[in-house]
């Protein structure tokens, strides 16, 4: 079923809001007035409930199925947390009412930091950044603000290796950091040889993801952070897949100084086809001061929310976003956190891992797994050399599932492998499910070995649209609707 | 625990089909120093009715806006949203789906992110819009990178009417991407010679309207000015509903708008999550940050979206991308377009009007309190309010009255003398006629 | 997508709600304890979520499209109302915790009696009855109540014209009387003269739906109750379709003795897939009295909440039903109502019969309309023999609705046409949903009379089910899911 | 007008085309001395948030039972239900549904009536039962009235432990239709002699249990000797969650059970909507009232479920119907379906459980209060205590001091002196160790 545009159904005239008439004012605008229309439509609410409702069902989503994105830890959301967050008393605050209004919105994230820190072993967080990436730039920040403090903003590099998520490089070089790769093993982990072979007075940070986007824990972890550290360097960790490890490592006993958590991905705030995310930063000792403002503190039963940086904290880093952060996301993460408890937490990551490696040992003889049959964190990682001869792709694969029923795996990423597939399936997944996500994977590696090519060049079939042509959508980019000619005309009259 | 499907003998049976002795096994790669064996020292899992009762007790601690006459702006604004939008936003194709990686079964997310897009545009009367930012700051922080992208400067100038939340953003990331950020003085009256500090190296100036202290701007001169130097630009606003009833940016030659949305469908939540919205020319598309969705057909021919223009994004860029942002404010932009969407061009008109005649209505009341002075005189629905004494602790008596009566310049800018008895005072079409009363006669006890 | 039951998912071990371990207490259960197992499955939070809103797919709604159930006013269903129920102060309180502290429980339903005789032009309403069987049940007690106490136990006759829903004829004979029918006219509506015929010294009412359930309004409704009171009956009208005239006639005026009103269908409260109704019934004067308990009298600022049936008020029919009736469907009505104002439920009264007239008009040289081409009010009703000599039926032009996108019409119903069609669009389609959908009906007309047979004999092909073997559910129930037969087995183990 | 989609000028063209000159037009069958030209005399439109103020303010003057230390029970009860039952239920494709008359595109609604029904079943120990009724009051009288087809007798006997209201409203049935029901006297300690009331006129003896006084009755005794003179058992119960804890009727010999399914998945909301429960044995299922969803297959052989044995339905068989009931308490089920979905045989036992010792715990704690006494020997999570005083008035002080204590016997059953000193009062597993302490630090004050 089509659904057209808001554009093609409102009209200037409907409204699906009534206020009575504005009082009678001399208006104060100066000559700042608007005179021109806005052509913006309007719909009647019965209206727009059905646009929404009938393109919300054009998606697919967790509650649709797995959602099997590998790096993107898609798990279950708690229709709880979305209670919580709506409390007047969370969402109906404002950032900058009297602090003596607020005490329990403090409150609430002073409880979220003491358990992110306890679940790390650092010594301090940042709450305020707005997303995973905006972390990076945080905990990037603080170490470049460090380096400043000791006179050394001649570390310039920082090391990424090629299997990193591309927000890494991308952070690193936006604050004019050189990013030099780092080579891994075959099985995608990282040899701290190679890393000692590259540190040196040039050197400001590694970024490395632990787990890796290959599914598979650093094994050398410790080693490599100590190589890092007697460099004079720090280590940057992506906590993007900080949820395989929940309650069986502390980052901050591998040496990590800065890291960042994707609320959505460990601690289950709804993605949200996009957002919003929050990605608060822990930092070690020899980071924390540099923590932007604001910042909670706590000390003894005294919480505090610092919005500038007073008195002796000129090592702040300063502002990186208005207001406080992502206070909505807080509260479903907490609201996580006390669910869960520190025993589900930790089962929730040892569930995690079980399923991956269900997934891994139930399709390991029909598809092909870089590291063998060694077994994988939360994530399965196989390439496409089981496809060689068939014509059929890493992308043909991902349109066939989408046939079967399923939101396709994660494919083409991690680089550092060809045709990479990489799948998550999370602990929020039962035993049935993943048996018959096992069978349908089965079935399409058997297919595709047994040249029913058609099945995959023309998938998917039965999904609201065929494949879609994206160079044309780039090439000949239309970012906005625009009224037909005659439609246009008229508007001009 | 009820969020986790596998009893104690799925994981018995799957460990077996694993191959793996015990779970621990699994975690084998951690050395096993740091291998943690005691659970962390945190409370055990708790039941749904246990977690609404601890965070119902946090969330009576705060007081809602919704609970007192209220007139905080600065920035976040409490506007009434049909219960029909948290409605819509929570069905689970939306609230639980991922960026739209797969378009063949994301065409509900893209769609609206194109609905989005064109009334971002449409309201900003700008060409272009991109699919969020975080908030309205940090695309300001954006919007300068960007604008250092096209004219290849690295020199920027804000206005002193800039919020100075976005101002300490804008000039920390300039300060550690090595540019240059010119900020001028806290300018409550928009008297500020901007126009003095365009020169050619000048990569844009940076100008909100209506200002953090309530002025609406004449955009045109800087534009003018700015463009005949080759640079950009920039303006900005922190409350979208003002562009019901203002002349847009694009209209006055802006050449970047960016914004916050939250006014348009997303509530106040104590700051976050927020959605920024960012506008542009065309021709400037190819240095835009963040995601965009653009038209194209599928293998049949049918119309259908897609996320477009990835080359400039961390994911395929790296360390070549224009912005190193991933994850942006999808729920919130669904949100902001559904809203839209139900208020359409006669709501947004009517509702800005009625935000405009409450403020007015507000400033003629709190002038009738003696040794007060609204010192803005073109505004749209927030204003800057004198009163005889300390503006933060006037703020906090009149809580303790149960008004929240805006918020004291000192709170943005500390250690400004000058600046210590002037608050930022805003109203929407939530106010009433009672609100007004019992904030004039709250100041009123309050300054006497 | 098909989606396996409950049963066949869920175990008797798993469970979606924790709690903690209950205190330690010696019991005090008698010989009561249960010792046998229940069976019941169980699913864990994620697997529940996936499983209903997968359901949920299965089924159309308002929400996906028009919904024209002719009599069934499928109408918009505002979200706001949803968010009023839920207020702690209207969903989270007891029936029977003090009226003292459920002071606004009891102004809510004063205010809503209050728009209910304001629209009706009746002299009281009694609140209680669940939904509009319950209330037709209310109404012809207080008329046998009335009877009662005149004396006059021998009316035993109930005058009820076919074109009537079920429900009448099964109310009246549940408490005892006897069903007579009442003929119609070839346009449906009920002739005086006839009732005139049948009105004598045993007859108790007349049940009769204005406007009928042919979509015309009884055009001769006042000279009826004037029979029927000249008779020395009661006038019960079925408030079914009171939709269409809310605005813009009085009930009062019309000389009904009582009718009750479903909140569902003219104030909006959202069906549910089968429920919650309410049905409150206003009285006459002439019944007041024998309103059932409990009642909500106001008399000036004063509002009391009787739960039984104090001092003077013996008449009273007695009660219906446990507690103070349908609370939750109360907020929402009131919700609509102050919502639309008394200019808004006239406009859409008259929107509503706009609608239907537009569809008649744009329909009737396609299909037949047994009224001709006479306005209806809000619904329009066709028969089937346009569908002469095609082979085609009306429930193959409804199930090929369905492969259109559409939910169908009303079908079989009113019984007084052959092959009955009643199309009820409401006030909340626009015209541009109208003219879609009537675009799809002159096709299906047209490739009915060109012998596009298959189209429809193999409809529906694009729903989740094929036609459903109803005959076959009939001739062997099966009710209820049972363990096959080696489950069983271990069960009993 | 928000939710009207058609402008002025499209009821123009619209009229135009339907060729009436006036929207009066159309109602020209209304005779004109009746035809309404008035405005009703009511307020004007207004618009969400002015409703939300109105209704807003009404909802503030009740006092809500989460607020309080609350031991209200008598036949509706407060439980803990997980935020996904509401969030469910309000799907789009649940809540704005019509009955499933179409049963190909409503086969999400036929599959969790027919989950519903089986649940219903199991949870009752019967073979059978339907898709809901009303509530449990109405539910009881169908069960008499289904008696009475079944025996082809009609006098039925109300143990006196059955809730008055129900009691009452069979009673009222049973007057209207012309029935004998012979109601016992009230029953506060499950002492009568029902088995003397069975006679071979009788078609069916109705008991409760547990029964509104709290007491546990023993059913076995009763069905036998119905049985022996042609009698159906009819049992009833007011609290769904006793199931969990307490034999099932149908173990006990039940011929049909009848219930109030609130306490599953239902707020309180002053009273209903709420759902009534309603099995028996298959052999009389075609006697049955209300819809029944059945399986069966489509015409490619898939299963499927329509709604079923519709000839006993008031819409076929008009007035032979075997009730009159139409609409029921459809989202009503599906709210029980999941939550009992949720909690499964495991989390309903363990909830059962808290409850039962939570009113334990209760009942140790306020037989402490001087003058208190117990009744009720065995009880599920509700008992009834013996005050000295006027029960009403203790309850009304107790609601002053901000515990809401229970339901004192006479509002259910007014003039009856033997019966002013007695309260029901219930715990569930919302209760606290506080809550308990509050209540008895709070009855020891009123009584003192």
Known sequence: ?493 | MRYLPLTPDDRTDMLRRVGASSIDALFADIPAKVRQTELPDLPRAKGEMEVERILGRMAGRNVSASSVPFFVGAGAYKHHVPASVDHLIQRSEFLTSYTPYQPEIAQGTLQYLYEFQTQVALLTGMEVANASMYDGSTGTGEAVLMAHRVTKRRKAVLSGGLHPHYRDVVETLGRFAGDSIKAMPADVRGEEDILGQIDDETSCVVVQSPDVYGNLRDLRPIAEKAHAHGALLVTVFTEAMSLGLVESPGAQGADIVVGEGQSIGNPLTFGGPYVGLFATREKFIRQMPGRLCGETVDAEGKRGYVLTLSTREQHIRRDKATSNICTNSGLCCLAFTIHLSLLGEKGLRRTAETCHANAVLLADALEQVPGVEVLTEAFFNEFTLKVPGNAAEVIEKLAEKGVLGGVPVSRLEPGRPELENLILVASTEINTDDDRAAYAAALKEVLA
Chains 1, 3 share one sequence.
């Open chain 1, 1 to 493: 079923i089509e659904e057209a545009l808001l554009f093609e159904i409102g009209r200037p005239e409907v409204t699906g809001v009534d206020l009575p008439e504005p009082p009678k004012v001399a208006k104060r605008l100066g000559r700042h007035e608007r005179k021109a229309p806005i052509n913006l439509p309007g719909l009647a609410e019965p209206e727009a409930v059905r646009h929404y409702v009938r393109l919300s069902r054009h998606n697919y989503s967790i509650d649709n199925g797995i959602f099997p994105l590998g790096s993107c830890t898609m798990k279950h959301n708690p229709r709880l947390n979305e209670k919580m967050a709506r409390l007047p008393g969370f969402g109906d605050v404002h950032p900058l009412q009297p602090q003596s209004t607020v005490p329990g919105a403090i409150e609430l994230i002073s409880e979220l930091s003491r358990w992110l820190i306890e679940l790390t072993g650092m010594q301090a967080v940042a709450m305020s950044p707005k997303a995973g990436a905006h972390g990076e730039l945080c905990g990037m920040m603080a170490i470049k603000a460090a380096l400043e403090a000791r006179g050394e903003e001649h570390r310039k590099v920082v090391l990424v290796p090629d299997s990193a998520h591309g927000t890494n490089p991308a952070t690193a070089a936006l604050i004019g950091f050189e990013v030099k790769p780092v080579p891994a093993r075959a099985d995608g982990t990282v040899d701290p040889e190679e890393v000692r072979k590259r540190v040196g007075p040039d050197v400001a940070a590694i970024m490395l993801t632990n787990p890796n986007t290959c599914g598979l824990f650093e094994r050398d972890v410790v080693e490599i952070a100590k190589a890092i550290h007697d460099a004079g360097a720090y280590f940057y960790a992506d906590g993007a897949n900080f949820n395989a490890i929940v309650g069986k490592a502390k980052v901050g006993d591998l040496g990590v100084d800065a890291m960042h958590i994707n609320l959505h991905k460990t601690f289950s705030t709804p993605h949200g086809g996009g957002g919003p995310g929050a990605g608060p930063v822990v930092l070690s000792e020899r980071l924390a001061a540099y923590a932007p403002r604001p910042l909670v503190v706590s000390d003894g039963g005294n919480v505090a929310l610092l919005e500038h940086a007073e008195g002796g904290a000129a090592e702040s880093l300063g502002r990186m976003t208005a207001f406080h952060g992502q206070m909505g996301m807080y509260v479903r993460a907490l609201s996580y956190m006390l669910s869960h408890g520190a025993d589900g937490l930790r089962q929730a990551s040892e569930d995690a891992v079980l399923n991956a490696n269900y997934i891994r040992a139930c399709l390991q003889d029909l598809y092909s797994a870089p590291a063998g049959d060694r077994p994988c964190m939360h994530e399965i990682l196989f390439d496409d050399s089981f496809l060689e001869g068939t014509g059929i792709t890493t992308l043909d694969i991902a349109k066939a599932m989408i046939d079967e029923g399923f939101h396709p795996m994660t494919v083409y990423f991690p680089l550092v492998v060809h045709g990479a597939m990489l799948i998550e399936p999370t602990e929020s997944e039962s035993r049935a499910s993943l048996d018959f996500f096992i069978a349908a994977m089965r079935d399409l590696a058997m297919a595709a070995k047994a040249g029913d090519t058609a099945r995959f060049k023309e998938a998917p079939r039965y999904a609201p649209r065929r494949r879609l042509d994206e160079t044309r959508a780039a090439r000949q980019p239309k970012l906005r609707w625009q009224a037909p000619e005659p439609m246009a005309a008229e508007a001009a009259e």
